[in-house]
């Protein structure tokens, strides 16, 4: 939002908008306001980049984000995008100056921002500069539809401007990306229906994608929440950033994992292998296998190839959770 009144000045080229205080006082008033805040949170906000500043980043992060926009809009799209732009830049009297200049303003605001604040490569990023694309598009499709029908002297055919590009989306519309069932949603129901008052802790030790969606689930499925603690593998028995990009096992072998999880008098653990993965999975697996008492199992869904298995930890039977324990444990100082 800060980009866009300076691409403003620029496109309209009122340079004289620079010397009003006026133009400024919303921009201090935010940076008084919000300034202190962002300085105090800088680090913890950083800790969830995936990447540095610097023209590396930006390099890749063009070429990345334009691949993004190909991927999800098609050239149908993009070329009826840079049409409409190619006219407004032209001047065209059929197009609204300031509605145009608006858009484009829009559009370069977020390609540079997301181009230079290197938290990661994500298209959804990129969804804020759709509204000012389709725009755009559409103003091309009216240029293209115009001279079809200037040429042909057939409304129908100049209506094809509009219907091929609506037709160019109908084979992401029929088959959009699915996300598979992991089986987790049943076992969350279980972890709640075989939670204590005293301790209601599930251990989460599973591949990174089903370690996220076992928290979203458990916490869906909790009525009261929060009343569950849903304990990431990840950082019970690994570390290494807030995105895991450097991650690294807590402890060199199952024995020593294992007494953190009794340390933590942990109830539930909610397991998926994880092959080649991370390497605290692994040790809950070899912990799980020479168990005595062996480990009681709750529920096992999900595919054949990847089982999700709920267990109940025997010595564990009786014991309280240590909520402050929890808690710090949860603290985003801990990462």
């Known amino acids: 939002m800060a980009i866009i009144p300076i691409l403003l000045v620029f496109f309209n080229q009122k340079w004289y908008l620079l010397g009003k205080f006026s133009f400024w006082a919303p921009a201090i008033l935010v940076v008084v306001i919000a300034g202190p805040w962002y300085a105090m949170t800088y680090n913890h906000v950083a ?3 995936r990447y540095t500043w610097g023209f590396t980043y930006t390099k890749a992060a063009i070429t990345q984000n334009a691949v993004f926009l190909w991927a999800a809009l098609g050239p149908v799209i993009l070329a009826l995008a840079a049409i409409g732009a190619a006219s407004g830049i032209r001047r065209d009297p059929a197009f609204s100056s300031p509605g145009f200049k608006g858009a484009v303003a829009l559009l370069a605001a977020v390609w540079i921002f997301q181009s230079t604040a ?3 490569l994500q298209d959804r990023y990129l969804a804020p500069l759709l509204p000012a694309l389709f725009l755009l598009a559409a103003m091309g499709a009216q240029v293209v539809a115009t001279t079809i029908q200037q040429r042909t002297a ?9 219907v091929i590009p609506l037709l160019s989306m109908v084979p992401a519309a029929l088959h959009p990306d699915i996300k598979k069932p992991l089986g987790i949603i049943e076992l969350a129901k279980v972890v709640w229906a075989n939670r204590t008052p005293t301790n209601p802790v599930v251990l989460i030790a599973a591949k990174e994608s089903s370690e996220v969606a076992a928290v979203a689930e458990l916490a869906m499925v909790d009525p009261a929440r929060p009343s569950i603690f849903a304990v990431r593998g990840s950082r019970l028995l690994g570390g290494g950033g807030y995105n895991r990009s450097e991650y690294l096992p807590k402890f060199a072998n199952a024995k020593q994992a294992e007494r953190e999880i009794n340390a933590f008098h942990i109830p539930l653990v909610l397991y998926q292998a994880d092959p080649g993965g991370w390497a605290h999975v692994a040790q809950v697996d070899a912990i799980q296998s020479n168990a005595k008492p062996a480990w009681q199992i709750l529920g096992q869904t999900g595919s054949k190839q990847a089982p999700v298995t709920l267990y109940k930890l025997p010595q564990s ?13 949860s603290s985003p100082n801990g990462l």
């Open 47 to 49: 800790a969830g980049f």
């Open 118 to 120: 290197p938290a990661d």
């Open 154 to 162: 057939s409304r129908a055919m100049a209506s094809l401007a509009f």
């Open 317 to 329: 039977e009786g014991m309280s959770a240590d909520a402050g324990q929890l808690l710090q444990l």
